[in-house]
């Protein structure tokens, strides 16, 4: 972890006795005891939004999470769909397959235990300027996504800490043509995130392109991580939907 | 003694067979009716509309309704004695004159009929009427008339016929919509500078665009005063507020950061000499 990155708060479990104070990069989160059994919540985000919440407690102490989450609040809920554009295109000849690590957005969300469950309280984006829509398809028959123009990335370690997080993609190629592939298109509400200090790795896919019937289609999966690091609690309510069709071009 | 009041009610006729007794019975058989109904209709409501399309439960749950009301007056004609056959003699007499008299209601009960069928909008949908110059969200299609909850709060009713005969622009029926503006520069400033000014604002400021598409300028005329330039953007179908309204203000905050003119209109006067 860098200097700069060391005054930020890392991700984890914090408990709350009187104050807490938590730091992310442009954005300051403080917890503080008003009573007995209450406290109050006060964030002040990138964006100079202003944030204030009472939090009644059962206990005289307070449980609170902090993880990262998929970036699908920011600006507002709208899909569950997520566009990842390359900053450098993929080229996969006929029958080959490439196994790439890419940087994934995530945001940041704040929750409060009880019972060993997690309830979502908060969340936060510190990269607002890059949180942004796109159309996957025709106007009048795409699908809306959070969009994001990413960069490779080296391995699980690549990871930007709070901004974005590492995510591995297979491409397999079992068409008998070679394809360019420029974004991948799938719903990331399924997939996992899992974090350590600062740094996110989050559950990756497997693309295969094919051919069904005359069609040409590239299968998405989820591939589930195996790690030891922390597993975030979920934002969103999980579908059952785990995996996507999207068209070659 | 009950059993004596209720011999006494039977015994008083008020028409033909028709007695007090029998009366009674018929009304308690159509208030049992109506509670069954009502009942039916939250039970409905409450266990399966929640799984069901908004214009599809409303319009099962009116069939619910009213054929159980039907089968409660059709229990309570049988029980009265009475004969429809007769009622339906007549009815065929008056038939032509009723037909005439209800010409708009029997249209509009059609209409409400082939909207329910061709399913134009979507309860909670989104639409413009341009030729009445209505705007808002379809509440309900009925069976003579369709309500729309207006932008200012307002509901207004239209006559199914109408609703039917009229075009109908749906805002709702793709994942997004477009806004565009139409600023001006003057012609001293570069058009590509602005252009690019521009963009930057509405990446930095708007976070409902999409960036893909992306927005997209045109020039659209040389004007009097200034060179016109078209922005237009694409937004999530239901963040209209969040993008045309304050398109024109981000745009104006980037050209005067820039330095770049907007300029009023103007004419240039020569004064001949002698």
């Known amino acids: ?249 | 003694m009950p059993l004596e009041f209720l011999q006494s009610l039977s015994e008083m006729q008020i028409v033909g067979e028709l007695t007090v007794l029998s009366l009674l019975v018929g009304g308690l058989i159509m208030a049992v009716g109506l509670v069954v109904a009502k009942i039916v209709k939250i039970l409905f409501y409450k266990y399966y509309a929640p799984t069901l399309p908004k214009d599809t439960a409303q319009n099962l749950s009116k069939i619910i309704y009213f054929g159980i009301i039907i089968i409660s007056f059709l229990a309570f004609t049988s029980s009265q004695g009475i004969d429809l056959s007769g009622l339906l003699v007549a009815g065929g007499i008056f038939a032509v004159v009723i037909g005439f008299a209800t010409q708009s209601v029997v249209s509009n009960l059609i209409s409400g009929v082939f909207l329910m069928l061709e399913k134009p909008a979507k309860h909670g949908d989104t639409i413009q009427i341009p030729d009445m110059n209505i705007s808002g969200t379809l509440l309900d299609i009925g069976t003579f008339s369709s309500k729309i909850r207006k932008f200012d709060g307002t509901i207004i009713r239209i006559p199914n016929e109408k609703f039917f005969t009229t075009n109908i622009r749906s805002l709702t029926s793709s994942a997004v919509r477009r806004a565009d503006v139409t600023v001006g520069i003057s012609y001293k400033d570069d058009i590509e500078h602005a252009i690019s000014v521009i963009k930057e604002e509405i990446q930095i400021s708007m976070p409902f665009v999409l960036c893909v598409p992306e927005p997209e300028f045109r020039v659209e005329e040389l004007g009097d005063s200034s060179v016109n330039i078209q922005v237009l953007v694409w937004h999530p179908r239901d963040d209209w507020s969040q993008a045309q309204p304050i398109l024109l203000t981000t745009i104006k905050r980037a050209l005067d950061k820039s330095g770049i003119e907007i300029p009023f209109p103007q004419r240039v006067i020569w004064g001949a000499k002698d």
């Not at chain 1, 059994?37 to 964006?47: I, Q």
């Not at chain 1, 990331?188 to 040409?216: F, H, P, Q, W």
């Open chain 1, 1 to 249: 972890m860098s200097k700069s990155e060391s005054v930020f708060s890392p991700f984890g479990i914090y408990e709350v006795k009187d104050t807490l104070c938590l730091s992310l990069p442009n954005t300051e989160i403080k917890i503080e005891r008003m009573g007995d059994n209450a406290f109050s919540y006060f964030r002040k985000d990138s964006e100079g939004n202003i944030v204030e919440k009472m939090i009644p407690s059962k206990s005289n102490e307070l449980e609170l999470e902090m993880a990262p989450i998929k970036p699908l609040n920011h600006p507002a809920k709208r899909t569950e769909n997520i566009f990842l554009k390359f900053d450098k295109e993929i080229y996969l000849s006929e029958n080959s397959a490439a196994s790439i690590f890419v940087h994934c957005p995530i945001e940041i969300g704040f929750f409060l235990i009880h019972d060993s469950k997690r309830d979502p309280l908060d969340w936060v984006t510190c990269n607002p300027i890059n949180s942004r829509f796109g159309l996957y398809g025709t106007p009048d028959t795409g699908t809306l996504c959070k969009y994001a123009e990413v960069s490779l990335a080296t391995d699980f370690d690549d990871s930007i800490p709070y901004v974005e997080g590492v995510m591995k993609i297979i491409i397999e190629n079992t068409l008998n043509v070679g394809h360019t592939v420029s974004k991948v298109v799938f719903p990331i509400v399924n997939n996992s995130l899992y974090y350590e200090d600062s740094k996110t790795i989050i559950d990756g896919i497997k693309v295969i392109m094919k051919k069904r019937a005359m069609v040409s289609i590239a299968d998405i999966k989820i591939n589930s991580l195996e790690t030891n690091w922390t597993k975030s609690p979920t934002w969103e309510t999980s579908t059952t939907n785990t995996n996507m069709e999207m068209g070659i071009d």
